[in-house]
């Protein structure tokens, strides 16, 4: 019996999208802090940065808040979106999320 041993490569893409998704979802954030395009991710300037070792992702994401919310409290939520969603949709263990807080937004 042959035993065909495959392996399957998620693209840091795929990654980024499920990233940007979860963390547009947490209540608080106002957005991504830049645009994602092919060049941002060029020029090392993209809000979302995912860097793997090995099989274990580390991601690195900038975001903008709401004004008069508790930004420890978004930045914790994010991270646990982030995690919890390119874990259960990818199968890619997340070692860490990194939150930095570029911005607050005032309606």
């Known amino acids: 019996m ?3 041993k495959s ?20 209540k608080g954030v106002a957005g991504l802090a830049g645009e994602i395009n092919t060049f941002s991710k060029i020029k090392n300037n993209a809000p979302i940065k995912v860097s793997m070792i090995g099989d274990v992702a ?9 004004g008069g919310v508790k930004a420890i409290r978004v930045a914790r939520e994010v991270q646990t979106a982030v995690k919890e969603n ?12 990194n939150v930095t807080i570029s911005g607050a937004v005032f309606d």
């Open 2 to 4: 042959n035993v065909v």
């Open 58 to 66: 580390g991601i690195d994401i900038k975001i903008k808040i709401k």
């Open 86 to 97: 390119v874990q259960k949709m990818t199968g890619i263990s997340v070692a860490q999320v």
């Open 7 to 26: 392996r399957l490569r998620i693209s840091d893409d795929v990654i980024i999208t499920v990233s940007r998704l979860a963390t547009l979802d947490v």
